[in-house]
């Protein structure tokens, strides 16, 4: 039976918008915004800095790779700000997935779930032309949509592999990848929702 959904995505995907249909058509708790604004509560730092963080990955490789010595490296003093970010979120994580059933957008929680055998993995990915029309407009920095898609993938990509040792948007880390742009953003949603009521039958 699956109690957790998580969905890592491409930039401009819909991976957002597909998480949200499927907490709400199967009446689950949905997390996106709320792990950016509980790790800035908590922390006393800006949200618009925890949420550059999600995206920010030092040169160490894999420096957490085994959480389980995430306790001892905090209390070390020998751990960035950005590192220290992601334990916190990956606190909050395994906090929130083991109060309720609940869909949890993006910043590894695929991998920070791991060892759960009631999460079910969703990557999410688009074909460039249908990525640039849903950023279109989103970009305030003056950069084109092409390079905004590309420095957003490479970033994502490298913070998943500095945290997890493993390789972003790579099929065998999830249990199910989609297609957003040929399929459409309802029918993503379908699609994961019937699958999960189908394994609680």
Partial sequence: MTNIITISREYGSGGHEIGERVAQQLGWKFYDRHIVEQVAKESGLSEAFIEESGEYAT??????FNLSIAGAAMGSGAM?????IYVEQCK???????E?????VGRCADYVLRDRTDCMNVFIWADAKARLERIAGQNKDG???EKLLKEKDNRRRVYYRNYTGQEWGRVQNYQLALCSSALGLETCAELIVQLVRQQSK
């Fill in 100 to 104: 309720s059933p609940c869909v949890i």
């Fill in 59 to 64: 040169s160490r490789s894999s420096l957490l």
């Fill in 92 to 98: 909050l994580i395994r906090k929130l997935a083991a």
């Fill in 143 to 145: 950069k084109s949509p």
């Fill in 80 to 84: 960035s700000l950005h590192d220290k």
